[in-house]
Nanobody, 120 residues
Framework: QVQLEESGGGLVQAGGSLRLSCAASAHYAMGWFRQAPGNEREFVACISWPGVRTYYGASVKGRFTISRDNVLNTVYLQMNNLKPEDTAVYYC?????????????????WGRGTQVTVAS
């Protein structure tokens, strides 16, 4: 059973940066989602295998960058210029869809999530 594990969450001031990491699976597209209390799970970003194509949610485009290191089998989410509305639990997920997997139902393996809190 494949398990994903996120790391790198924490508390940061508005305007700050964090980098999330996730032990990824080779040969699969990987994505990041987030969920704030009372909200539905929101697409953040995804990256194809081996990493040529990336997609971003409208609310993070231009501030967040997804990347992957296929030697270390790790996917990253660099988050810059963080805003209080970015506060959520962030989840890493694996998809069998080649690229453009922007909906949660396209993913079949999920991590437990890591909390990101942005203070104003």
């Amino acid at each position: 059973q494949v398990q994903l594990e996120e790391s790198g969450g924490g508390l940061v001031q508005a305007g700050g940066s964090l980098r999330l990491s996730c032990a990824a699976s080779a040969h699969y597209a990987m994505g990041w989602f987030r969920q704030a209390p009372g909200n539905e799970r929101e697409f953040v970003a995804c990256i194809s295998w081996p990493g040529v194509r990336t997609y971003y949610g409208a609310s993070v485009k231009g501030r967040f960058t997804i990347s992957r290191d296929n030697v270390l089998n790790t996917v990253y989410l660099q988050m810059n210029n963080l805003k209080p509305e970015d506060t959520a639990v962030y989840y890493c997920a694996q998809s069998g869809v080649v690229s453009g997997a922007t909906r949660p139902e396209m993913y079949d393996v999920w991590g437990r999530g890591t909390q990101v809190t942005v203070a104003s």
